[in-house]
Structures are given as C-alpha cells and as structure tokens.
C-alpha cells in the first residue's frame, strides 16, 4: 500500500512524514522506518537507481553486493523487503520531497506488511496508484498555537503570543496560515525581544514586501517556491504569471482563458490542472474555481514584474472580460442596458445573478484595480453595471466604493455626460445608505450637468432620483413636482421604461400625501406598463406598492393580493431583500385586514428570514418588532 502526501512548498508534510513514523514505532505498528530524501526540489535529484541504492544501504546491503542497473536495484530491494517479512518485521519507507512517480515508483513494497508513504509537492498519486493525502494550511488557532510554540521552544517564559491575540491572528493571517511562514515569523520574534506581534504584522501588511519579511537565514519563503516554479514547462510557467493579475482571491476557468487570450478553454483547463498538480494552485471541488495562496500570488506578482508588456496585456484582457461580461449580466437586471456580443452570455436572470454572486468580490476589486491603472472608462463602466446588483444584494458599501471611484474617473476625463451619468450612481449609492442629504446633493449634481448637456433622458433620471431623496427628506410637495418633471419628459421620449419608474416613484410620493386614490391610479399605470414591457423584474415593486396604497383605502382583498403576487415575483427572481419588504408589507395587510396573528406572525418572520439571507439583519429585527395584534 502506498500513501501520497501532497502539498504546497512550506506545508509542512516533512514534518508531518517525521511524526508519522515516530508514531507508527511507538504503537508498534511497524519494526522499523527507512527515511529517504529525494531532494526532488533540490538542484541535485536522486533518479530512480540512486533512490533504490540508499534504500538498500539504508537495510544494510553491502555497497560491494548493490547492482549497478535499476530493475536489478528493484529487484534486490524487494528480496530484502521479503527476507524482513518472513523475520516478522514491518518496514515503513518514507519517501521524502519526490518530484516525480519515477523516482518512487520501485519503492512500492508491494502486497507484503511493508508500506510506502511518499511526499511530494506534485500530484502523481494516481500514477502510483496510491492513497492521496491532501494537505491544506492550519486554521487560525492552530496557526497561533504553532507561533506560540515554536516561540517557547528557544524562549518558555515569553508571553508575547498571549499578550497579543490580535495582533498574533494577523500575523498568522499575513502568513497565509503556511507553517514554514508561521515558523519564520516565530523565529523573528524570538532574534528580537522588543518585537511584538503587531509590530511584526505592520511589517507583513505589504504584499509586494512580504517575502522579503519571511526570510529567515536558510529558511525562506521565497526560495521556497522558486523551487516549485523553475520545474514548470514554459507554458505553465506564463499562466502561473498571468493569474497573479487578477485582483481577486479565485478566477474561473473562463477568466483564467480570457486573461491569457487563449481561444481553447480546454487548452487553459489543461494548464490550470498542471499548476494544481504542482500545489501553486487550488481547485474548490464544488464550484471548480482556481485559488492561488497569498504568498503563492506574490511570489507569481514578482515573476510577472518581469514582463511588464505581457502582464499589461493581460490586465486589459481581463477588465475587458468583467466589464463586457458584467454589462451582459445587467442586462438580465435592467432591460434598459444592451447586451455585448462578446464576453460571457446568459440564457437569463438566474444564471446572471449566478456568475455576479461568483464574481462579486473579483468584481469590486477589478474596479479598484481599473481606478489604479488609469483604466478610466473602464472603471466608469463596471461601476454602472455593478450598480443595480450590488443594491439588490445589499452589498451598500462596496455600492459606494466603486460608485465614487466611477465619480473619480469621470471627472479626471472630463467628460461631461459620463460624470453626470457617474454623480447620478453616486446619489443612488448614498439613497441606499440613508444617506439622503449626499444623495439630494449627488442628484442635483447629476440634474444641472444633463441639463447643461440638453441631455433629456439623463435629466428625466435625475428628476426622478431627486424626487426619491425629496421624499426620504419630507419635502413631499417637491418630490411630487420632481417626479412629475421626470414623467412628463420620459412621455415625451417615449421612453416606457422611464416612465414606468416615474409613475411607481410618484405614487409613493402621493401616498406620503395621504392622496391614495392618485397614488393607486399612479402605480396602476406603473404595473401596466411594466407588464407590458414583460419587465419582472420591476413587476414586483409595482404590485407591492400597490398593495401598499389599496390597504391604506381598506380594500384588503386587493391589498392581499397584490401583496402575494409581488412577493412571488421577487422569490421567482430570487431577490431576497425585496421579498423580505413584500412580505413584511403582506404581514402589515394580513394585520389591518384583521387576519388571525398567527398567520401574521408567520408571514413576519418569513420577511425577517429572507432579509437575514443577504445579512439585513436590522431588518429583520425591525419586522419581527412589529406587534401582530
């Protein structure tokens, strides 16, 4: 029986072999352990007969009776395993830093009690045929506790590592968790006794310094996967470079190909899987996304500072990938936005929320990464499109994040229409945060700049952006006015979109008016057209404010109704906040109605579980606070 070990540079699996086979001798469970290191990382490898001529000396065969040719080595090294079997005894080999299934594949002691158990930082379990063992860094508290003894090895009074658990979580979190880098960090600790571990995770902060940080006389971080690297072939080598591009902590597949500009994705799985083979990468067995580890993706950043006209190339392949892709997902969210031809399709609404929800964090940090290399317009555009979904998964703060870096690039270009465009996403933003005073701000901003431009359509939006912080700031009357500005120009554009929106904002504001019948007629209006336009997605917030308005008249049959029907929208489209407001609007129209509390209690707690889903915890607190009789 074989067991392959399998694991990054650093990981630990030597010291792991070691205490396998300290373990297996103490049980009893073996007679003896046979140690062999391969160095298959080293500049000097040992091939297959110089592996079989050290496990034979190691069983104290005399050098003299060793054959010179390697099945022959096989064969001697085998009768020796047979003689210990027929003696009672039980032989571990432990095959250390193999690079290859040729180096050990002679050491399998085959069918007898013996057993092999290999390390290796590739993965050639299959071709051995052997168990794999696939190890992963520590978690965070077995990361701390390794810091904190290897730390009392050289020191057993320091208390440093308790007297700083914060600052320890970091500098374990900095190290990527990778024992070689907690053992080092350790070490600094120890060659300096004013150094604490906040001090020392200052030190550990900036990734493009990190390396030089985890360095440690021999030992070294650095040296470590340029071991792993150098043995790449060429082409595997360039990916390994390119992936450092991408901002985010995972990539898929396809962003991995467009990111090379490699036509046959099946070509770029092919060298993903050699990276993974090579522990310089990950796969998530359920989602099938690659991962590199921090340390890995600054020692590949090092790398691809090396060929700046290659890695430029690449990053404008990838924001040119998220943005096109992006705007395709938008517009499954907003039927105003035009699908590009080229990046990623989707067959429809879920399968874009699907790839946002995937992408989301590579997203917000492709915008800063945009921002930062004068991408401008690029930046402006994934911003746009990152909009719609980023407020309907309640992620508020990077909603504003990437709204004013958008604010940013538009202004330093000059352009007019974008930053006018960008303070309107500005203002939305803000609206979203309660921020209403910014968002008045932010949508005027956007009012003057179309209105200079004699941008109609733009000027029709920020109307009715304006009239929706108007009526967030009470100014009821204004609200009104603005909305009405917004419809009569969206009517005279022909824009039914725009005027869907302008006819559901201003019946709200009605409705702060306590004008019910204008307001049900207004988001009638809204319902029809966007029925019409077979807009779902819009669909749901005109019935939910419809219910609104007919439960404020006292028609609960029609209340209830309306309140049913928006929220088995927002659950078809699978938008969890919007369902959690239908359905604390349905509990407030079952209560009114004189529904039984139960029934109303259920229905309370059903919105306050769909807002905890996309962590609108206060939400949830503030419907369930709701008294149900």
Known sequence: MVASVLGMGGMGKTTLALAVAE?????????????????????????????????????????????????QRAALYRAQ????????????????????????????????????????????????????????????????ALMDTALRITLPKDGRIAADPDGTARVAELCGHLPLALQIAAAQLTAD?????????????????????????????????ERSYRRLALPHAELFRLLAVNPGPD????????TTGITKTRDVRNRLVALSKASLIRQDPHTGRWRMHDLVRAYATEQARQSPQHTRTALHRLLDHYALTARNADAHLDPTTNSSSRGLQFKDWGAAMAW?????????AAVHTAH????????????????????SRRYLQDDLAVATLAHDAATSLGDRHREGGAWNNLGNAFQELRRFDDALNAHQHSLDIHQTLDNRHGEGTAWNNLGLALRELRRFDDAIAAHQHSLDIYQALGDRHGEGGAWNNLGLALQKLRRFDDAIAAHQRALDIRRDLGDRHREGPAWNNLGTAWRSTGAYEQAVEAGE??????????????????LGELADTLQAAGRPTVEVRAVREASAAAYRTVGADDEAEKVLGKTDG
């Open 372 to 391: 930062a290399a004068g991408h401008r317009e690029t930046t402006i555009e994934l911003a746009f499109f990152l909009g719609d979904y980023l407020r």
């Open 251 to 258: 990539l898929s597949t396809e962003t991995a190909a467009a």
């Open 23 to 71: 373990t297996v001798l103490e049980r009893g469970l073996f007679t003896g352990v046979l140690f062999l290191d391969l160095h298959g990382y080293d500049d000097t490898t040992l091939d297959a007969g110089q592996a079989l001529d050290a496990a034979l000396r190691a069983l104290g065969t005399n050098p003299e009776r060793i054959p010179p040719e390697t099945d």
């Open 565 to 582: 029907r928006a929220v088995a929208v927002f659950r078809e489209l699978d938008d969890p906040y919007r369902e959690g407001q239908a």
């Open 356 to 364: 946002l929800d995937a992408e989301r964090v590579n997203l917000v």
């Open 81 to 144: 395993l047979a003689a210990r079997t027929r003696a009672g005894q039980r032989v571990l080999v432990v095959a250390d830093n193999a690079c290859e299934a040729g180096q050990v594949e002679h050491l399998d002691p085959g069918n007898g009690p013996h057993r092999l158990l290999v390390t290796s930082r590739d993965d050639f379990a299959a071709a051995l045929g052997a168990r794999l063992i696939d190890l992963d860094v520590l978690t965070p508290d077995r990361s701390m």
């Open 193 to 225: 006794r004013t150094l604490t571990p906040g001090r020392l995770a200052q030190d550990l902060e900036d990734l493009g310094e990190r390396l030089d940080v985890l360095e440690d006389g021999p030992r070294a971080v650095r040296a470590v996967l």
